[in-house]
């Protein structure tokens, strides 16, 4: 049974960074992509990045060249740099292999 749990958000003022970190158990890790998505109250989740097993990276327009998405396969962990924060990034970040989810970790953005 795969297992993922997210860590590391909190609140931020606008211009910081966080970096967020998914661990994964359960499952061989490094043969999947894995995924950020967030979702604000009373939106769709929205994909924020991906990265292959190989570590090929995708991002969504709104977080190119301000996210970066890594991950460890020996440590079976995802990661996401954020730097340039901003008040639209608040949201609860989830991680996501395949059809399994994290249970979340919020950002908030705010002065």
């Known amino acids: 049974q795969v297992r993922l749990v997210e860590s590391g958000g909190g609140l931020v003022q606008p211009g910081g960074s966080l970096r967020l970190s998914c661990a994964a158990s359960?499952?061989?890790?490094?043969?999947?992509?894995m995924n950020w998505y967030r979702q604000t109250l009373g939106k769709d989740r929205e994909w924020v990045a991906s990265?292959?097993?190989?570590?090929?990276?995708n991002y969504a327009a709104a977080v190119k060249g301000r996210f970066t998405i890594s991950r460890d396969n020996a440590l079976k962990m995802l990661y996401l740099q954020m730097t340039s924060l901003a008040p639209e990034d608040t949201a609860v970040y989830y991680c996501n292999m395949i059809r399994s989810w994290g249970q979340g970790t919020q950002v908030t953005v705010s002065s």
């Open positions: 359960g499952t061989i890790f490094e043969i999947y992509t």
């Open positions: 990265i292959s097993g190989g570590g090929n990276t």
